[in-house]
């Protein structure tokens, strides 16, 4: 059985997942048709895909290491990014799981 932290951040995992689907949708829409916005739209897929993969195994080590760093990652560039409301809530639900993976970190390597 897993612990509460593990359950809540591979639930964050998936929400994150299904934000992004959300948002990669929107940035199509807006698009005019150039290779850019389908190249943006397609790291945004890619990373719905990470977020699923690394909910999905948190538990064992490389996936928590990588984990760890896709949010920082995630974060980082966020901040460097036009800060805006939307950004504020991003950053606010990478560091959710973010901290709770560093903090419970050997309930999600007890395995």
Known sequence: MNSRAVQ??????????????AVSI?????????????A???LMFL???????LGMNITKK???WIGV???????ILTIFDQFGLADLIAIILFAIPLVIM?????????A
């Not at 929400?15 to 689907?21: D, E, G, H, K, Y």
């Not at 929107?26 to 389908?38: C, E, L, N, P």
């Not at 903090?103 to 007890?110: G, I, S, V």
């Open 102 to 110: 560093l903090t419970k970190r050997k309930e999600f390597l007890a």
């Open 40 to 42: 943006i739209a397609a």
């Open 47 to 53: 990373s719905i895909f990470v977020f699923i993969l």
């Open 26 to 38: 929107g940035y199509i829409g807006q698009s005019d048709g150039r290779v850019f916005f389908y």
């Open 69 to 75: 760093a896709f949010l920082g990652l995630c974060i």
């Open 8 to 21: 809540v951040t591979r639930i964050f995992f998936y929400i994150l997942a299904a934000l992004w689907l």
């Open 62 to 64: 490389p996936a928590y």
